[in-house]
């Protein structure tokens, strides 16, 4: 029984001890694996301590008594840097200061699957994440001509018409690769649903156009926008 009592897992370690191993493997006296070994921790229970260190100093190497606690609008920004903003979850769990990886995966998850996020801070219910709804098959086409119209921007078009990332997302890939056909509803609703009429036609190239001026008139502020700085600099 000894021999196998002497084999188990640490579950706890002090900030001390912690900051001890994050020393040992920054000067190189030690790695990452070695560490684990020795302390008969994942590997990358010690990664996580390098990363917390790096972003909090000694503080946030200390147990936690309590859970992490992050505001909707942390939340929404971390996610959208990654889905949008092309940087590395790696990278945003540092900038925002989120306690583990993992937390940060559950979150795009959510996000992904059009499930709400809540602010585990104390006082408040509010919910960034939009859920997926019923749409038509006109509603559709219209969505994904302005996704595409913003130079896929999805996190307007969520904003705009209220619908999930997922389902902007495989909207566009279907009509991408089948055209409308792809947008219709294959779940038995009647044919001359997902049937449009002259009219409808017109209307949604309208939007579409209009949605392709608002595109180009936003860049080109931008153009001048730099511009301006850039003039001003070589004065």
Partial sequence: MMGVFSMSKRTKFSAEEKMNSVNQILQGKTSRK?????????????????????????????????????????????VEAVLYGGKSRLAVTKEYGISDLSVL????????????IKSTSKGSSASYMTKGRKTTFKERIEIVQYTIAHELDYSKAITKYQVSYQQVYSWVRKYQSLGEEGLKDGRGRKKELDELTEMDRLKLENKRLQAEKEQLEMEVAVQKKLREIRERFTR
């Fill in 105 to 116: 995966r559950n979150w795009i998850s959510k996000y992904t699957n059009g499930e709400e």
């Fill in 34 to 78: 070695a560490e684990a070994k020795r302390l008969r921790v994942s590997e990358y229970s010690v990664k996580s301590w390098i990363r917390n260190f790096e972003a909090g100093g000694l503080e946030r190497l200390e147990e936690l008594k309590t859970w992490t606690k992050y505001t909707n609008e942390t939340k929404l920004r971390a």
